[in-house]
């Protein structure tokens, strides 16, 4: 079965850091590129960063720059993301998803991330 | 404030059909074929319901559609039924390193 299934996630205060995980099975994740979306409560979703096949391309927008980095091992299949200097606006549900042309195919479960 | 525009809400009976808009620019959705349409139910991850404005992923019914017309690509639901209540969501590459997202449409299915 094609899956992602995430884990992490939880509370923790302003500044702290946080770290995210997404593992992959059921397909070749080494051939996608992958993304985190997030989610604030009741509001749309959001891209957050971005690793492509190799994990020698990174992306971030401009509000987790410098805070958030992305990473994967191919070899494990798994997809990572760290957060820290966390900010109330950080709090929401994050996704990971696989990213081919531009399209979302695959989606973790989501898990849940509050600054508080 | 997102850069796609989509109706709050959009409603019909059993058996309806309905159509959610999502406006952009030339620069996005008018600009490229890779807008696609996300289905949310509450509490759920999003699932692909349509990419590169109107193919279908293997799995979606054919009661799921997409179009566009300029820059406002459609996505039409025909033969609304129970289980397509939930939110929708556009989204279409701009030129840049991620695609941007429409609001969101709350489907209800009177």
Redesign the interface.
């Known amino acids: 079965e094609v899956q992602l299934v995430q884990s992490g996630g939880g509370v923790v205060q302003p500044g702290g850091s946080l770290r995210l995980s997404c593992a992959a099975s059921g397909f070749t994740f080494s051939n996608y590129y992958m993304?985190w979306f997030r989610q604030a409560p009741g509001k749309?979703?959001?891209?957050v960063a971005?690793i492509n096949q190799d994990g020698s391309g990174k992306?971030y927008?401009s509000s987790v720059k410098g805070r958030f980095t992305v990473s994967r091992d191919n070899a494990k299949n798994s997809l990572t993301l760290q957060m820290s200097s966390l900010r109330d606006e950080d709090t929401g549900v994050y996704?990971c998803?696989t990213e081919d042309?531009?399209?979302?195919?695959v989606?973790?479960?989501?898990t849940t991330v509050t600054v508080s | 404030q997102?850069a796609l525009t989509q109706p709050p809400s959009a409603s019909g009976s059993p058996g309806q059909s309905v159509t959610i808009s999502c406006t952009g620019t030339s620069s996005d959705v008018g600009g490229?074929n890779?807008v696609?349409w996300?289905q949310q139910h509450p509490g759920?991850?999003?699932?692909?319901m349509i990419?590169?404005v109107s193919k279908r992923?293997s799995g979606v019914p054919d009661r799921f559609s997409g179009s566009r017309s300029g820059n406002t690509a459609s996505l039409i639901v025909s033969g609304l039924q129970a289980e397509d209540e939930g939110d929708y969501?556009c989204?279409?590459?701009a030129g840049g390193?991620?695609?941007v997202?429409?609001?969101?449409t709350k489907v209800t299915v009177l």
């Open positions: 993304t749309g979703l959001e891209s971005k992306y927008v996704y998803a042309f531009w399209r979302m195919d989606w973790g479960q989501g | 997102s490229y890779y696609s996300y759920k991850a999003p699932k692909l990419y590169a992923p969501y989204a279409s590459y390193d991620f695609v997202f429409g609001g969101g």
